[in-house]
Every structure is written in structure tokens, then in C-alpha cells.
């Protein structure tokens, strides 16, 4: 299979590193986690920062627009997002 390079890759949020900033692209066919996320403002579309992750298949902590959300390992693997690109640092 040959990936469009202009495209980033599609990723599951829980497969995310510790630090890595995405936009969230698809929040999956369960119609009530959706509705949980919704709930919580988190939406397709916006970006998320993933700031911890606990081990063995524990949650991870997340910074969305609407503030921080500890979602289960088993669901973090419905959330499909893509990876931002590095940011440049400063000189």
C-alpha cells in the first residue's frame, strides 16, 4: 500500500507518546462514548494534547479546548486523530 505523503497518518489516541499534539478525527461507532465525550465539549476537529499515560493499559490524561479528561485505555483505542507536525523551536 503506498501512502500519500502530503496526508499525516491516522492513529489510534491511545497509541500516542507522552507530549504529542493531534487533532481528533473520529470518535467511533460507540454511540455513548460519543456522547460521553460530547458531553464533556470534546468534539471532532479539535486538538488534543496527550499529557500522561498510566502503565499496563491504565487511562490516559488528555488537554482538549474544554479542559482535561482522563478517558480509559480501551477507549482511547475508538479515537482515531492524526499527528500534528513538529514545531519548529526558536533559535
Do not use: W, Y
Not at 42 to 65: A, N, S, T, Y
Amino acid at each position: 500500500m503506498i501512502e500519500n505523503s502530503s496526508q499525516k497518518p491516522m492513529n489510534k489516541l491511545s497509541s500516542l507518546p507522552k507530549g504529542q499534539k493531534a487533532q481528533l478525527e473520529d470518535i467511533g461507532p460507540d454511540a455513548v462514548l460519543a456522547q460521553r465525550l460530547m458531553a464533556a465539549g470534546i468534539m471532532p476537529g479539535q486538538e488534543v494534547d496527550l499529557q500522561h499515560k498510566m502503565p499496563m493499559g491504565g487511562p490516559v490524561l488528555c488537554r482538549f479546548p474544554s479542559g482535561k479528561l482522563g478517558i480509559r485505555h480501551h477507549d482511547a483505542q475508538k479515537l482515531r486523530v492524526k499527528r500534528n507536525p513538529p514545531t519548529p523551536h526558536a533559535p
